[in-house]
Antibody, heavy 122, light 107 residues
Framework: QVQLVQSGAEVKKPEASVKISCKAS????????MHWVRQAPGQGLEWMGT????????TYAQKFQGRLTLTRDTSRSTVYMELRSLRSEDTAVYYC???????????????WGQGTLVTVSS | SYELTQPPSVSVSPGQTASITCSGD??????VSWYQQKPGHSPILVIY???NRPSGIPERISGSNSGNTATLTISGTQAMDEADYYC??????????FGGGTKLTVL
């Protein structure tokens, strides 16, 4: 069955970087966008960015431009999210989510990873 | 930047109909999807492209979108429907935009 399995929880100090993996199984990676969404404690969902695994092209929310990098390793069916210059406000659960690639562009997230808690604390 | 507005909370009695709105400029010109999230769990897609239900989502959950407002409607609300609900739309300039979320309470 379709699954997105994320790497485990991380604790980082301010100004450090974090890299989270999202391993896809049960479907062809190149046929779906992979989006990243985060949720701060007690807060709502926030879209961070998108990668097209087939060609590696990316789109980032303006808020994360310059701090966020999405990459993929198609041989491992895995997508990665790296966030740099971490601050306390980046403490959140980070999710990957897939979305079928269609002509009209990004649409709906039909499968989500289990989430990865990143805690930023000195 | 584009914004979507949801009411923070909606309350409904068991068996009644709950309506959760999502408002944005010319939202009717965009596709809207809806997500249900229960505490400690990942979100689940319940409506895509305004009105479509993924397999496994009950028929009593429906969606609409016109003008500036999209609406998620849950008929015959059950205790299991109590959750946070988020709308999502795509803007050519902003990218993916989530509403702030609505906490549905089944009293």
């Amino acid at each position: 069955q379709v699954q997105l399995v994320q790497s485990g929880a991380e604790v980082k100090k301010p100004e450090a970087s974090v890299k989270i993996s999202c391993k896809a199984s049960g479907y062809t990676l190149s046929k779906y966008y992979m989006h990243w969404v985060r949720q701060a404690p007690g807060q709502g969902l926030e879209w961070m960015g998108t990668i097209i695994p087939g060609d590696g092209s990316t789109t980032y929310a303006q808020k994360f431009q310059g701090r966020l990098t999405l990459t993929r390793d198609t041989s491992r069916s895995t997508v990665y999210m790296e966030l740099r210059s971490l601050r306390s406000e980046d403490t959140a659960v980070y999710y990957c989510a897939r979305d079928e690639i269609v002509v009209a562009g990004p649409d709906a997230f039909d499968t989500w990873g289990q989430g990865t808690l990143v805690t930023v604390s000195s | 930047s584009y914004e979507l507005t949801q009411p923070p909370s909606v309350s409904v009695s068991p068996g009644q109909t709950a309506s959760i709105t999502c408002s944005g400029d010319k939202l009717g010109n965009k596709f809207v999807s809806w997500y249900q999230q229960k505490p400690g769990h990942s979100p689940i897609l319940v409506i895509y492209q305004d009105t479509n239900r993924p397999s496994g989502i009950p028929e009593r959950i429906s969606g609409s979108n016109s003008g500036n407002t999209a609406t998620l409607t849950i008929s015959g609300t059950q205790a299991m429907d109590e959750a946070d609900y988020y709308c999502l739309a795509w803007d050519s300039s902003t990218g993916g935009v989530f509403g702030g979320g609505t906490k549905l309470t089944v009293l």
